[in-house]
């Protein structure tokens, strides 16, 4: 698809979701900060009925921002309790910019998408229960570069919408947008719009051929259907809205390739070049769907689903496709969460564990609301002994009186949360002696994590280079699943998989949380950093890799896997200051037990 | 709000459907988890569930719902318990059965209750405010991404759904109030796993998947926009159905009391629970407790081997000790272990 035909697809987005913003749910837009998002986004602007509200929200907002919450001001000010509407309330009937989408947290996701689906903020906050309804739609902005980064999961399945303005610049922003007023027609046909059971099918039947799981997304591209037909001034969706929809919405989520629609038409898809090894399949893939690619595309029978669903292929290039799986893979792997993942990067200042008495001094943090809620049930006493006392009333009359005893701090606890990334020599001649056992071991220590919730990572070296499996996580289940999906063989590139390492020591440690490296090997490296073989050049490479983690002061573990002790592995453990385990003989109950008595920080009530 | 989607109208998710009207039959089984994928229909079915549930007698102008037939003390509020009013001023009225948002992002002093503010600030009177805990008593509380819920509100829930009491010791107020609720949570697996303590105070748990059944999907997404089009329509077409419901919740409250269970079936639910390796006795007494509700709702007098065989993976799944080893789901090792028990 040419630059230029990429912004024609982002204008129509636009206008489709600029038809009915809480319907569609929005818009995510990949790209950088820079003048074709720019344009994109005054281009939306235009399209929004007039004074529709248009709210940026930044990355790090408050609950009390985002929510609502209590005005402190004004109710110091009244003496009375005064609600604040949150930003989310505020934007009713407009649109939510989220700025910085690839950096949000599930938290705060979460936040949003409950508000979207109900319709509704509901406020249980700061001793107010209120319920205000507001309708939006949302748009993401994604900065994300690499394929991992990107908004989380929860979040960009309720939009319909997904706009790639990468590759666009700006002498390509030609394509025109519809009129405002041509929106506000659409808008005042949309309830009129019939959508028949026939597209309704075919709509679901693609939605299952491009393997796309959850239903939301398919209920959201009837609604662009129905949109589309709205906006060309037609009272029922016909076949080409419907292919928009497909185009739109589900295509960009598809996780795998459909089988060719119909018998004339040339396939529009290549065999995506480069297939993930079988062991290394989108984790997210319910089974049945597996069951699905052997039985023939239950479309078969449905000439519509065939048009519809060929239409919106044939409108993307080859190659596509194959990308956008890849990319799907990596988002179903990166979607790290966690329960309460905000708390943790709040600055670093630890989870709020409850007040207490004590002055705002050092840094400590004057909790405003308790405060004046102790002051509170005073405050009668108080006038009185002021008045009493001869003191005058102060401008205003009713002003609260808060005095030091009634000063309350939060109460922080800080646990610097530890994550342990198993770093694991999966080459050929590892996987010959102790591949089980170290996955054995790995699973034991997973078990462990698991009780003392830490975090973990596994990251593989074999073959000419490292590749992280598995990202920082808590669950379990993904860390069983991609263990059980190690693949084995090939050669020992030791100084590729220590690179890896420290990088994402070094990615754990920004985000305040300490990290344990426990390398699995038997240190037998042969294949340098630049992927050739030969192992005296190996050596060398693993070698330099080892001072650069020790340079980094990463806490690391060896643990030596080979049949006897090597003092190849032993030199490399030297060189990055690691705890060497040579581990002859032990099984993996050996070997998690050793690791667990030899990392304090591991053992210990972390 | 606007108009709940109608309950009856929830395509497929049989075993969710279930579980939820099996805890509105007895809800001393202690709540519901519905874990699965996104986009299945989680929340609309809990919210859903508040249109379903009969009407239940109330003591009149009690703030915390009490229950007029409700004996004494930790089952009534202090107020209803001391005969605050005189006998003739317990009146009985009629009042829907609450099921209750707790949103993420609300704060602990929502949740148990706190000093009123209002009240406090204008009028300089010390007067408790009850919280979402109150509200939800004798009904439901729902936690919608229970797994992203903050770590001091899991700590709160847990000891309140333990005890089936609040008790609030804070700004100078000593206040306790009856706090039975079914504790209903959903949430997708992904984005992190729950506390076993928190899972263990789910009496069920439900696994619920994508349908991937093409005639299922389409009809979940005709009905959606059918709704959607015409909320007061559809939920009219659908009010016969959900009035049956009702009526089969209300004889099974009924029914349960005089459901047997027989020793036999005492037995093999111990038997299960051995074999599986629960730990405690909550395994045993929600497998039997949840067997004899689903015998209620279906009007059978007696627990047989088939209750206990199809509601043992919703009442045993979360229960497995955490075996990070075993591949199998733990639905396969609960199934594995009905299989091998009564012989399938």
């Known amino acids: 698809m040419s630059a230029a035909a990429h912004w024609s697809e982002a204008v129509l987005a636009a206008s489709l979701f600029a038809i009915d913003p809480p319907g569609l749910g929005g818009v995510s837009v990949r790209s950088l900060a820079g003048p074709v998002r720019d344009r994109w986004l005054a281009m939306f602007a235009q399209l929004q009925p007039e004074g529709a509200p248009l709210r940026r929200i930044p990355l790090h907002i408050t609950d009390g921002r985002l929510l609502g919450g209590l005005d402190l001001a004004a109710t110091l000010q009244t003496g009375r309790p005064i609600a604040e509407r949150g930003v989310l309330a505020d934007v009713d009937g407009g649109v939510a910019i989220m700025a910085m989408g690839e950096r949000l947290t599930p938290a705060t996701a979460a936040r949003l998408t409950a508000v979207m689906d109900n319709g509704e903020v509901m406020l249980e906050r700061d001793g107010l229960a209120m319920r205000l309804p507001t309708r939006f739609g949302v748009i993401v902005l994604d900065e994300g570069v690499s394929d991992d980064e990107c908004p989380p999961t929860a979040l960009l399945e309720r939009l319909a919408f997904k706009v790639v303005l990468t590759d666009v610049s700006v002498r390509d922003t030609e394509a025109l947008a519809p009129t405002r007023d041509e929106i506000a027609e659409a808008h005042a046909r949309l309830p009129k719009v019939v959508v028949g059971d026939k597209l309704v099918e075919a709509i679901c039947g693609a939605g299952a051929a491009l393997g796309v799981a959850s239903l939301r997304p398919t209920l959201l591209a009837v609604r662009v259907a129905r949109a589309s037909a709205a906006l060309a001034g037609r009272d029922e969706a016909d076949e080409d809205d419907a292919s928009i929809a497909v185009r739109l919405v589900l295509v960009p989520r598809a996780t795998r390739i459909p089988e060719a629609p119909s018998e004339e038409e040339p396939p529009p898809e290549e065999v995506p070049p480069e297939e993930p090894p079988p062991d290394e399949q989108p984790p997210e893939q319910p089974p049945p769907e597996d069951d699905d690619e052997d039985k023939p595309p239950p479309e078969v029978d449905k000439p519509l689903d065939d048009v519809v669903l060929a239409a919106a292929l044939a409108a993307m290039p080859a190659g596509l496709l194959a990308q956008l799986r890849a990319a799907q893979f990596m988002r179903s792997r990166a979607s790290a969460g966690g329960r309460s993942g905000a708390a943790k990067q709040s600055g670093g200042r630890g989870r709020p564990v409850g007040v207490r008495r004590g002055l705002p001094q050092n840094g400590a943090r004057l909790n405003v609301v308790e405060t004046l809620r102790n002051a509170a049930p005073w405050q009668p006493l108080r006038r009185r002994e002021a008045a009493a006392a001869g003191r005058e009333e102060v401008e205003g009359g009713r002003r609260v009186e808060v005095r030091q005893d009634d000063f309350r701090i939060t109460r922080f606890k800080q646990k610097s949360q530890t994550t342990s990334i198993f770093v694991v020599d999966a080459s050929g001649s590892a996987a010959l002696h102790r591949l089980a056992e170290a996955k054995g071991a790995v699973e034991l220590l997973l078990a462990d994590c698991y009780v003392r919730r830490d975090r973990v990572a596994l990251i593989a070296f074999r073959g000419t280079g490292a590749e992280l499996l598995l990202p920082p996580t808590r669950s379990l289940v993904r860390a069983k699943r991609s263990l059980s999906s190690l693949p084995g063989g090939g050669g020992t590139p030791f100084a590729a998989g220590i690179d890896a390492a420290v990088d994402l020591a070094d990615a754990v440690r920004r985000k305040g949380e300490t990290p344990l490296l426990v390398f699995l090997t038997d240190g037998r490296a042969n294949v340098g950093r630049d992927g050739k073989g030969g192992r005296a050049q190996a050596e060398q490479d693993a070698l330099s890799a080892a001072r650069v983690l020790r340079a980094a002061n990463i806490t690391a573990l060896l643990v030596d896997t080979s049949p006897q002790p090597h003092p190849q592995a032993q030199k490399i453990a030297r060189e990055m200051d690691a705890l060497y385990l040579p581990l002859p003989y032990a099984d993996a109950k050996g070997i998690s037990k050793t690791i667990r008595a030899a990392t304090p920080s591991a053992s210990g009530a972390g | ?344």
């Open chain 2, 1 to 344: 709000m606007g108009l709940a989607y109608p309950y009856a109208a929830i395509v497929g998710q049989d075993e969710m459907k279930h579980a939820l009207l099996i805890a509105a039959v007895d809800p001393s089984i202690g709540g519901v988890l519905v874990f699965g994928d996104r986009g299945t229909g989680k929340s609309t079915a809990v919210r859903s569930l508040a249109s379903l549930l009969p009407p239940m007698a109330v003591i009149a102008g009690c703030r915390y719902n009490c229950d007029p037939a409700a004996p004494a003390m930790p089952s009534l509020c202090e107020l209803c318990a001391s005969g605050g009013k005189e006998k003739a001023a317990k009146k009985k009225v009629k009042a829907p059965v609450p099921v209750v948002d707790l949103p993420l992002g609300a704060t602990e002093d929502r949740v148990v209750g706190a000093l009123d503010l209002e009240r406090a600030l204008a009028q300089g009177v010390k007067a408790f405010e009850p919280g979402l805990l109150a509200r939800a008593h004798r009904g439901f509380l729902y936690i919608d991404e229970v797994n992203l819920l903050e770590d001091h509100l899991v700590d709160v829930l847990l000891d309140v759904a333990a005890s089936g009491e609040n008790v609030v010791e804070r700004e100078g107020l000593s206040v306790r109030h009856p706090a039975r609720f079914v504790l209903v949570g959903s949430g997708n697996p992904e984005e992190g796993e729950l506390r076993p303590q928190l899972l263990d105070r789910f009496g069920l748990s439900v696994e619920v998947k994508t349908p991937t059944d093409i005639a299922a999907r389409v009809e979940v997404v005709r009905r959606r926009d059918a709704f959607e089009h015409d909320p007061e329509g559809f939920t009219e077409k659908w009010q016969k159905e959900n009035a049956r419901l009702r009526r089969k919740i209300v004889t099974g409250r009924e029914r349960l009391k005089t459901v047997e269970v027989p020793e036999a079936a005492l037995e093999r639910a111990a038997q299960l629970c051995i074999k599986l390796g629960t730990d405690g006795l909550r395994g045993e007494l929600t497998l039997m407790r949840t067997a004899r509700a689903l015998a209620a709702l279906e009007g059978d007098p007696v627990v047989t081997d088939d209750h206990l065989r199809r509601i043992a993976p919703s009442a045993l799944r979360h229960r497995l000790r955490r075996n990070p080893l075993d591949d199998a789901g733990s639905t396969t090792r609960v199934e594995r272990a009905v299989a091998e028990l009564f012989g399938a």
